[in-house]
């Protein structure tokens, strides 16, 4: 089992360029998440997909969108990027409990 | 806004010592804790989750949990340098749409040899 993947690893885009960060997980799980991780500060949770077909904003949802493509795949998009998008970002996955896995990241800069 | 507090650090233990790091948490609702460790440039880890109050052991890992006080904790005993890292306190709150975690900014630890 991979767990939770993430691509691409590394992403330098100029400001107003669109990307789309990629997330699967192999673990059957139900819940995905999407956060953003900025230096010295914890996770903040940008959007999450209860199960397949929905998905919710989180704390920090504004620039970006979400498509819950099926039970395996949870992509997020930047469709304007901004230097305040530059970030590190996490994908998630819980099963019917509440502890979540972590994918190994994605660290963006936005010139 | 439901939050989750802890001392940024960095928190500096010898190595054998014991090394106690807490967190407290505004939501009364909450049922699950957990502890996530995070080495420079990587992910977040799962050390050990407690839903009860009192502790709960793992190796050299205890979790304790007060719910009264809203107060949890992770204690390491006999601190190695590959303990060091940041530890992240996260906390489960419910929503309309379902189970989330709100996780605190973390504690960075330094175990000196």
């Known amino acids: 089992n991979a767990g939770v993947t993430q691509t691409p690893k590394f992403q330098v885009l100029k400001t107003g360029q669109s990307m789309t960060l990629q997330c699967a997980q192999d673990?059957?799980?139900?819940?995905m998440y999407w956060y953003r991780q900025d230096p010295g500060m914890g996770l903040r949770l940008i959007y999450y997909s209860a199960s397949e077909g929905t998905t919710d904003k989180g704390e920090v949802p504004n620039g970006y969108n979400v498509s819950r493509l099926n039970k395996r795949e949870f992509s997020l998009r930047l469709e304007s990027a901004a230097p305040s998008q530059t970030s590190v970002y996490f994908c998630a996955s819980s099963d019917a409990g509440d502890t979540q896995y972590f994918g190994p990241g994605t660290r963006l800069t936005v010139l | 806004q439901k939050e989750v507090e802890q001392n940024s650090g960095p928190l500096s233990v010898p190595e054998g010592a014991i090394a106690s790091l807490n967190c407290t948490y505004s939501d009364r609702g909450s049922q699950s804790f957990f502890w996530y460790r995070q080495y420079s440039g990587k992910s977040p880890e799962l050390i050990m989750f407690?839903?009860?109050?009192g502790d709960k052991e793992d190796g050299r890992f205890t979790a304790q949990l007060n719910k009264a006080s809203q107060y949890v904790s992770l204690l390491i005993r006999d601190s190695q340098p590959s303990d060091s890292a940041t530890y992240l306190c996260?906390?489960?709150?419910?929503?309309?749409?379902?189970?989330?975690?709100?996780f605190g900014g973390g504690t960075r630890l330094m175990v000196k040899p």
């Open positions: 407690i839903y009860s109050n």
């Open positions: 996260a906390v489960n709150t419910w929503d309309n749409a379902g189970n989330m975690l709100t």
């Open positions: 673990m059957n799980h139900n819940s």
